[in-house]
């Protein structure tokens, strides 16, 4: 008889505990929980408008999606070996998962792609000027596949990736 009181008044003690050491938790914590802070949803708050005329003057995105491929060259330090090994990183973080490893368009994720990504150490990629291969990545190919990753990816990372995949030169 005894054996079964405490069998079950155990999990009662255990649950009642339970819930007195998180209210008490929640009482003394000096954050707010998630359901007490106030939740602002995307665009609920009124977009500043931005003075007719305005355009960028040095520096921005904008300066560098309305450049001629042609006009755009490296920055300094992006072929610099420290660029090419931190362009590596760059790739297999944000290229690899569609174009490989191995840089051939046999990564994973790309398989589901028409068309498929392409070979980078194809002849044709290799003869893409650094400003073409840079605004490709950044904004996309119009009517194509490739994602524009110019708001994934910090400026000059992208073109150290640039730099990195130009150093792997046309497959032999
Ligand atoms: C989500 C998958 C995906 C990711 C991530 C991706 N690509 Fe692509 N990429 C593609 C596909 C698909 C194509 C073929 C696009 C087409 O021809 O329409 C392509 C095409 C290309 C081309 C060839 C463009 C040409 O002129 O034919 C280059 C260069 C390229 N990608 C570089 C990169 C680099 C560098 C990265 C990483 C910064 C990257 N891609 C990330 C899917 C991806």
Redesign the pocket.
């Known amino acids: 008889m005894k054996k079964k009181l405490v069998i079950l008044l155990l999990p009662i003690v255990v649950i009642v505990g339970a819930h007195y050491a998180l209210t008490m938790v929640d009482n003394v914590l000096k954050v707010g929980r998630m359901w007490e802070t106030p939740g602002v949803r995307p665009h609920e708050q009124p977009m500043l408008v931005m003075q007719t005329g305005t355009v960028p003057v040095s520096g921005g995105e904008a300066l560098y999606r309305s450049a001629s491929p042609a006009s755009l060259e490296f920055p300094e330090a992006a072929e610099s070996e420290a660029g090419i090994t931190g362009g590596k990183k760059?790739?297999m973080t944000?290229?690899a998962?569609?174009?490989g490893s191995r840089h051939d368009?046999n990564?994973t994720?790309?398989q589901s792609?028409a068309?498929?990504?392409?070979d980078?150490r194809s002849a044709?990629?290799q003869a893409?000027s650094p400003g073409?291969?840079f605004k490709?990545?950044s904004y996309g190919?119009p009517?194509?596949?490739?994602?524009p990753?110019a708001t994934t990816?910090e400026l000059h990372e992208?073109w150290t990736?640039?730099a990195y995949?130009k150093s792997l030169g046309v497959r032999k």
């Open positions: 760059g790739y944000y290229c998962q569609c174009h368009g990564g994720v790309g792609f068309p498929l990504p392409t980078l044709k990629v893409l073409a291969m490709e990545i190919i009517g194509g596949r490739q994602p990753l990816i992208r990736i640039v995949v």
